[in-house]
């Protein structure tokens, strides 16, 4: 046993110093108008011309962050302060506050809407900022985001999140998180990336009103968000917390199964860390349903058109070795660890790119690669495969 996880953290440490994290720094680094490229595409061509993501940069800032604070090379710390400074001084919104969801090439801001996701993201960057250096700058504007959500996201009467607004904190009609996303007031995927940061931001933060909050968003998870029935997470929500649309997410499951329990392990509640971690596991296995033999894990099924996705995605398998490791780490599931390794090995063999870098987005249910779809872009970011690879790492120290 110990063989073999000696064996898979030595793999991915080598994936990610000598793959994921040189890719990022060296060939998306914008040297000309600061801050990171938008975009190279699925045939590894660099578009130096697309406007770049609040969200890909708070990601990059996060996973530079976390490289430097566990391996302590100053080329990452480097990386990070470069996302940090390009985030304070061109993405966050110094009249309105919060961040812009995205900039033009010239780091002019572009589209101005405030999607609490991004803010979620910067908060998470800027918080392991914080943590790997001690930083006072990304923290101080790590808890305005945090506090900016709260005045303006939080619903007070109904509990939860409210999606996006315009840059000035008005209603804003279309609230879509993506072109994919159903358009409404609260979903299960900006709640689980509130959640996230918050957990992180509590580790240098010990705010009351932080910890309350962290508090509500695991109950709203227990209470709202998970199918008490089929352990799944529903995914879209009207104001009053009515499901709308019955997906499951495969990838959303076993990312929510380790995050909600690192939040709780962050708090140090012993009663509400045994609540979670029965509903965690349950959430864990309702994920497995979306497994392959190989241990991939595939993308979600729309249960209303009886209609299944089986697309195996970048970020998916990065979850999935993720969860499976938890599982093994924290309640001794051997089986939960071979699905992590064999994941791994799928992704070794099938996803890293080993001629250009990186990983590709996807593979097709035919086997073949996904080349539509970006290499790096405002979705595809080090942070997936990125904290994949340093969560094995420090889960082994």
């Given amino acids: 046993m110990k063989e073999k996880i000696n064996k898979l953290c030595m793999e991915v440490r080598a994936e ?14 914008d040297n000309v108008r600061g801050g990171f490229y938008g975009r190279i595409d699925g045939n590894d061509v660099l578009d130096t011309e697309a406007p770049k993501g609040a969200i890909l940069n708070g990601r990059i800032l996060w996973t530079f962050s976390a490289a430097y604070r566990l391996l302590g090379k100053q080329e ?27 900039l033009n090439a010239d780091g002019s801001p572009l589209d101005t809407k405030k999607q609490i996701y991004a803010l979620g993201f910067a908060i998470y960057g800027l918080s392991e900022y914080a943590r790997a250096t001690g930083d006072d700058e990304s923290l101080d504007y790590a808890v305005k985001l945090f506090e900016t959500i709260e005045e303006y996201s939080f619903d007070k009467e109904r509990n939860g999140y409210i999606e996006a607004f315009m840059r000035d904190w008005q209603p804003i009609a279309d609230m879509r998180l993506s072109d994919k996303d159903e358009n409404m007031s609260k979903t299960m995927n900006t709640h689980l990336h509130i959640l996230e940061p918050y957990a992180n931001l509590y580790r240098v933060w010990k705010d009351p009103r932080l910890e309350r909050q962290l508090r509500n968003l695991i109950e709203l998870f227990i209470k709202k968000i998970l199918n008490g029935t089929t352990y799944h997470l529903d995914l879209f929500f009207d104001d009053d917390w009515t499901v709308k649309d019955e997906i499951i997410s495969y990838g959303h499951d076993i990312e929510a199964s380790w995050l909600i329990h690192e939040a709780a392990l962050v708090l140090g509640d012993k009663a509400l860390l045994k609540e979670v971690e029965h509903i965690i596991r349950h959430i864990a296995m309702a994920a497995d349903e979306g497994l392959n ?21 970048w970020w998916v398998q990065a979850e999935n070795v993720v969860g499976h490791f938890n599982l093994y780490q924290h309640f001794g599931d051997v089986n939960a660890l071979d699905t992590a390794i064999d994941c791994w090995l799928f992704i070794k063999d099938k996803l890293v790119d080993h001629e250009h870098g990186e990983w590709h987005w996807s593979i097709m249910p035919d086997g073949t690669v996904n080349r539509k779809d970006d ?9 997936h495969n990125g904290r994949m690879c340093l969560e094995i790492i420090e889960r082994t120290r």
Avoid: Q
């Avoid at 940090?84 to 961040?99: C, M, P, Q, S």
């Avoid at 290499?375 to 942070?383: D, L, Q, R, S």
């Fill in 375 to 383: 290499k790096a872009g405002f979705w595809k970011c080090p942070y």
């Fill in 16 to 29: 990610l110093e000598n793959d994921i994290l040189p890719f990022w720094s060296g060939k998306m680094a």
């Fill in 76 to 102: 990452y710390l480097e990386t990070a302060t470069r996302a940090k400074r390009y985030l304070i001084d061109k993405f966050y919104d110094k009249d309105f506050g919060g961040v812009y969801w995205s």
């Fill in 293 to 313: 033999p190989d241990g991939s894990m595939i993308y979600e099924t729309f249960v209303a058109k009886d209609k299944t996705d089986r697309e195996l995605h």
